[in-house]
């Protein structure tokens, strides 16, 4: 009688430890921490809440991932941290360059003129030359850069011209660079490098286009011809290399 009633004590006190095991194992199962502790989103096995609502660290019970919610967070964003460990979500910027290169060379007449002759983009000559980008986000950086090379004939002394970039995009935007200045002092034939640059920032989601224009500023001398990807005079001055416009957005 007494084997069994210590049989019995035994197998007793086994059960309720084997209880409290299980029910300990129950109730840490999720982890609270923070406001409201008594409270976690059942699919959670761990939170690390803020005062502020919303602000939280939060461990997902069936993949693992991470949550960082502080108010900072933000699709494409990544975590980073200050001089002092302090981590945030900042904006990722990646950016994509596009090169387009000129269609049909073009020549541009530049007459006999005192400075200023053509000082707006209307009365400028399109130098087919254009490209596209698109934006994706509202924070963006757009570096728009002409690149090639030019010739002249038949001056006799130095000659300007000017350079206009026209951009249009969504909601009627239309912006005009420029005029940009480039003179050339060699006479007879001569020639040069293009390359300028245009930056442009935050401009609003969509896809926007770019045209390349050039137009005589001042001419002393001689009626001339300036090439850009054309001969300034066939089979004399100039040659055929075509021009690009290269387009980089950074989001």
């Known amino acids: 009688m007494k084997k069994n009633q210590f049989i019995y004590k035994t197998m007793g006190a086994i059960m309720i430890a084997a209880a409290m095991v299980l029910g300990s194992s129950t109730a840490f199962a999720q982890v609270k921490i923070g406001t409201n502790p008594t409270t976690i989103d059942a699919t959670k096995n761990l939170e690390v809440e803020a005062s502020t609502a919303g602000r939280k660290v939060s461990v997902d019970k069936t993949t693992g991932q991470v949550t960082i919610a502080d108010g ?24 994509s360059t596009n090169i387009f290169e000129q269609g049909t060379g073009v020549g541009v007449f530049l007459p006999v003129s005192t400075t200023g002759y053509c000082n707006s983009i209307n009365c400028a000559t399109s130098l087919n030359l ?7 986000e509202s924070v963006n950086d757009v570096v728009i850069e002409v690149s090639g090379s030019y010739s002249v004939s038949n001056n006799t002394q130095p000659v300007t011209w000017a350079y206009w970039v026209s951009i249009t995009g969504p909601g009627g935007y239309n912006s005009v660079k420029g005029p940009l200045f480039a003179t050339e002092s060699g006479t007879v034939c001569s020639s040069g490098l293009i390359n300028f640059k245009n930056v442009l920032k935050n401009l609003a989601v969509g896809s926007y286009n770019v045209s390349v224009y050039a137009g005589p500023w001042k001419n002393p001398s001689a009626a001339s011809w300036l090439g850009i990807g054309a001969y300034s005079n066939p089979g004399v001055c100039g040659d055929l290399t075509k021009s690009s416009v290269i387009i980089s957005v950074s989001e």
Do not use: E, H, V
Not at 130 to 136: R, S
């Open 72 to 95: 900072t967070q933000g699709n494409r964003k990544i975590l980073t941290s200050d001089a002092n460990g302090g981590a945030s979500w900042q904006p990722r910027k990646i950016t």
């Open 130 to 136: 254009t490209g596209t980008f698109t934006t994706t």
